[in-house]
């Protein structure tokens, strides 16, 4: 059974930094693409990055280029977003999801929901001004 367990999630201030983690099992995380979405109330998702290791394709929507980051550890089958200069505007749910045979080379595709067949549940990244 595929599980995607999306932490780190907290209250930090404007400016701050976070780094939430996409803890897989039941698959393996560099054999998949694996994005990152966040919702923040009462808007539609919206996709924020991809990374494929096996294929060594990476993604990310242009607004969010320099601060968020995304990278993959292998050794602990776990994906990582790496946000920083955060802005109250960042305050949404992150979720983590996995595809088996997507990759992240285009962004309209990589960051579209519905490309994506297992979802994390979630964690919710706060940031007061």
């Known amino acids: 059974e595929v599980q995607l367990q999306a932490s780190g999630g907290g209250l930090v201030q404007a400016g701050g930094s976070l780094r939430l983690s996409c803890a897989a099992s039941?698959?393996?995380?560099?054999?998949?693409?694996i994005g990152w979405f966040r919702q923040a109330p009462g808007k539609e998702r919206e996709g924020v990055g991809c990374?494929?290791?096996?294929?060594?394709?990476?993604s990310y929507v242009d607004h969010l280029k320099g601060r968020f980051t995304i990278v993959s550890d292998n050794a602990q089958n776990t994906v990582y977003l790496q946000m920083n200069a955060l802005k109250p505007e960042d305050t949404a749910v992150y979720y983590c999801?996995?595809?088996?045979?997507?990759?992240?080379?285009?962004?309209?595709?990589?960051?579209?929901?519905?490309?994506?067949?297992?979802w994390g549940q979630g964690t919710q990244v706060t940031v007061s001004s």
């Open positions: 039941g698959l393996i995380s560099h054999d998949y693409a």
């Open positions: 999801a996995a595809s088996s045979w997507l990759k992240c080379e285009h962004t309209d595709r990589a960051l579209s929901t519905g490309v994506y067949d297992n």
């Open positions: 990374i494929k290791e096996r294929d060594g394709t990476l």
